[in-house]
């Protein structure tokens, strides 16, 4: 897929994302809308057998409602979802959603998060997992740099600006363990073409991955148009495919936009079990 084509489906044109909207404030679960994941993996040739797995975690930081007394609440809102689920959820409609609790009266937190996982199920067509969290919780994250070694110093001249796998190479005869980072991953959305920003967490065994090329294949998503998870899955594949790593993790950390940030994580040997915000989060 190009960068200015986009999968014909239906399930597309169907979506809020990129038309005038109008906000309900009032409690609207059926504002959600899933986008199947089977649109980008047939693009990129993934099958029912992934080659990874992994999970979709949502950070809400604009979540709002009202107890039995009227009494506005505030949360920080947590939220995973399987990447074996039928469908992503779509980011515009999952923050119509959010809007919608704003003059919501709920008996209790554990009364909306229970609706919250109820709702994001059925739009996924999974189990999805939500937990709401005061401000002040210990749960809540505080802000982290990215560990590993940092391409971004590299110089080197680039001139290619939509995805391309051949820039991606490994030296076969040199065997490492290397965890690395950019923060200049740049793509835009598939429907509204606005950016989307986000640090590239890559860690990985096997033959050494070329480090300039891998920058430069980075920076290719430029002027691409995709989903978050959509093109975290087309990195994935593309490096298992050009540099067969034995074991390989592929995590980025979006900004935020509308409150709701978008951390896809994709892996065939380790879970993700830390939840660290970084600086432009």
């Given at each position: ?79 995973w979802v ?149 093109c975290v ?23 935020r936009r ?24």
């Amino acid at each position: 897929m190009t960068n200015t084509e986009q999968p014909s489906d239906n399930s597309l044109n169907s979506l809020s994302l990129g038309k005038i909207t109008d906000y309900k404030d009032t409690y609207s679960p059926e504002l959600l809308q899933g986008v199947p994941r089977t649109l980008s993996r047939e693009q990129i040739g993934l099958e029912s057998d992934l080659p990874f797995q992994g999970v979709d975690l949502w950070n809400g930081y604009e979540v709002s409602w009202l107890n039995n007394k009227g009494k506005p609440q505030v949360a920080i809102l947590r939220c995973w979802v399987p990447i074996n689920s039928y469908n992503l959820i779509e980011s515009k409609s999952f923050k119509l959603y959010l809007n919608s609790l704003n003059q919501s009266k709920f008996t209790d937190w554990q009364t909306l998060e229970s609706t919250l996982c109820q709702d994001l199920s059925t739009c996924a067509q999974a189990s999805v997992t939500v937990t709401l969290n005061p401000l002040n919780s210990d749960s809540n994250f505080n802000v982290y740099n990215p560990k590993g070694d940092c391409l971004d110093d590299l110089d080197i001249e680039i001139d290619t600006y939509s995805p391309n796998a051949q820039l991606l190479s490994a030296n076969t005869s040199t065997k490492v363990e290397e965890c690395l980072y950019s923060d200049l991953l740049k793509s835009n959305c598939l429907i509204t073409h606005q950016p989307d920003w986000a640090t590239l967490y890559i860690r990985y065994s096997g033959s050494k991955i070329n480090h300039e090329g891998l920058l430069k294949y980075i920076v290719s998503f430029r002027q691409h148009n995709e989903f978050h998870e959509q093109c975290v899955e087309r990195i994935f594949c593309d490096i298992l495919n050009k540099c067969n790593p034995t074991k390989l993790t592929v995590y980025a950390r979006y900004t935020r936009r509308g409150g709701l940030d978008i951390n896809p994580f994709r892996s065939n040997f380790e879970t993700l079990d830390v939840d660290l915000r970084l600086p432009r989060q």
